[in-house]
């Protein structure tokens, strides 16, 4: 599903590399948190897996797409596969929560029909049911981000990238979003999750990846989040 060979990211020689000879490789429908410092790499890697950055050298395929060899035409086939959620919930403030999740759908030309008939399955998914007219602001913290992750989700995407999404939540809400995302990826979509939050991360007893200046540092299948 994603495969990282050697990977290494410079920006400048003033800003030094990014990422240096990552390996990595997740299998379709696991559920992956990588954590690690502010700076130390996590978002490079997010920008490389949605094509935002060039790799300096290194190779990456992202179901079963060689970045090597796509196509700028090809950028949005890819990235329908891959839903991003961010902390910051990048919602449209005067449009309800339905036109939100449906306004994914109708840039990508999909029918009214299929909107339809598509986006009360999604809002049901994300415990969102009943809130289909209510608009961003109207909403709780952790409601917004279960918009957004239904937004990220609509299309259908093979991978969900979730940066930070509980960073500005409560705890209660944190959780409310954490297990949404586990309920998307028991339905088949492979979870990439970063967080700062060490509770969230021990509880949830999944596979974690530690990057520390660049470099993983750690790779465990139930791993612990322990701050340096």
């Not at 990282?4 to 990211?9: A, E, G, M, P, S």
């Not at 950055?53 to 992202?62: A, D, H, Q, W």
């Not at 902390?87 to 990508?108: G, M, P, S």
């Not at 289909?132 to 709780?140: K, R």
Request: hydrophobic share 40%.
């Amino acid at each position: 599903m994603i495969l990282l060979d050697r990977v290494t990211k410079s920006y400048s020689r003033r800003s030094g590399t990014a990422l240096e000879r990552i390996s990595l490789h997740v299998e379709p429908k696991e559920f992956v948190i990588i954590v690690g410092q502010s700076g130390a790499g996590k978002s490079t890697l997010f920008k490389l897996l949605t094509r935002e950055e060039k790799p300096t050298s290194g190779k990456i395929i992202v179901g079963g797409m060689d970045y090597e060899h796509l196509r700028d035409k090809d950028v949005p086939l890819l990235r329908r596969k891959i839903g991003v959620v961010f902390q910051d919930f990048k919602l449209l403030n005067n449009k309800t929560v339905y036109e939100n999740v449906a306004f994914a759908l109708e840039i990508a030309g999909i029918s009214n029909n299929e909107i339809k008939h598509t986006v009360p399955k999604v809002l049901d998914l994300v415990g969102l049911k009943g809130k289909e007219n209510n608009y961003p602001l109207e909403l709780s913290g952790g409601e917004r981000q279960r918009v957004a992750i239904a937004r990220a989700i609509v299309r259908q995407p093979k991978i969900l990238i979730a940066d930070e999404p509980t960073g500005n939540l409560d705890p209660k809400h944190a959780w409310d979003v954490i297990k949404v995302l586990e309920k998307v990826n028991k339905y088949g979509t492979t979870v990439l999750l970063t967080t700062h939050n060490q509770e969230i991360v021990n509880a949830l007893k999944r596979r974690v990846v530690t990057i520390a200046d660049g470099h993983i540092v750690s790779d465990k299948a139930q791993g612990q989040y322990r701050a340096s």
